[in-house]
């Protein structure tokens, strides 16, 4: 289907259309629903969607991991760490219950997973379990990514880091 096609099947004009691609331009709802529902799907999605977002605890799982989405991959140890601290300071099991973003890169979905039962086993809680449906990665990821580094985080890794193919050193998680 053409732009013109969907715009004339969503009832907003062509011009409209164009402008809900771009970044930065202010869309409303019903617009972006009148699309969604011009391409088979459930326009009211969106605003529970919307909705869901919006009311996302700060520092939770879907929103660090989010920013980190956002933010791009070298900028997963600032926004893990701020969960990591959110998560100590506070014991909230909100912040825990819902996975990671689905486009998350698999190295982080499977680091979000260790260290959320790492923080779970610190806080004698029980992991979510969107935590055992996280498969180990298919090549090993030493984190530190420090070549001389790699022998010490094969031997100090904890193992629910281990078993995902992670490899940490035993200060990962410390905070100075």
Do not use: Y
């Amino acid at each position: 289907m053409t732009q013109r096609e969907l715009a004339a099947r969503a009832a907003i004009s062509f011009k409209g259309l164009q402008l809900l691609e771009r970044s930065g331009h202010n869309w409303r709802i019903g617009t972006v629903e009148r699309v969604a529902e011009a391409l088979g799907m459930p326009g009211q999605g969106v605003e529970v969607a919307v909705t869901h977002f919006l009311r996302m605890p700060v520092d939770s799982m879907p929103d660090v991991s989010l920013r980190i989405l956002l933010d791009g991959f070298d900028s997963w140890k600032t926004h893990l760490f701020d969960f990591v601290d959110a998560f100590r300071s506070t014991r909230n099991a909100d912040l825990i219950q819902e996975a990671p973003v689905v486009d998350l890169d698999m190295r982080l979905r499977a680091l979000c997973a260790s260290v959320t039962e790492a923080l779970c086993r610190e806080a004698n809680m029980k992991p979510p379990a969107w935590c055992a449906g996280v498969p180990a990665l298919d090549a090993p990821w030493f984190v530190s990514g420090v070549e001389n580094l790699k022998a010490m985080a094969l031997v100090e890794s904890p193992a629910w880091f281990r078993a995902r193919g992670l490899f940490v050193l035993g200060n990962f998680l410390a905070r100075a």
